[in-house]
């Protein structure tokens, strides 16, 4: 969606670079923010081994993608309500 927008605009180039800027200013200080305790806790925590169903590694695997999943619904409810709203706009002023 947002290369359809950087097509479209009227200095495409120059937006994609501005857009690449804030991507990396907005994740750098994240990544950063994340290494740092994981760095500290690297050799204290074991994450256990990989077939075993209750490691540490395959819990924190379940929470992330159950997060994920919970997320996902929360964004497609969020743009249903935005596509309804879309198409009654359309349908009310005759576009």
Do not use: E, Y
Not at 2 to 28: D, E, N, Q, Y
Not at 30 to 36: I, K, P
Not at 70 to 95: E, K, P, Q
């Amino acid at each position: 969606m947002t290369a359809f927008v950087f097509v479209t605009a009227k200095r495409p180039v120059r937006l994609s670079l501005a857009f690449l800027c804030g991507v990396t200013v907005a994740v750098t200080p994240g990544v950063t923010l994340t290494r740092a305790p994981a760095g500290l806790l690297a050799d204290n925590v074991s994450l256990g081994n990989s077939c075993d169903k209750s490691s540490t590694g395959t819990i924190v695997q379940l929470a992330f993608v159950g997060l994920l999943a919970a997320l996902a619904v929360n964004t497609h409810s969020w743009l249903v309500d935005i596509i309804v709203c879309a198409i009654f706009a359309v349908l009310i002023l005759g576009g």
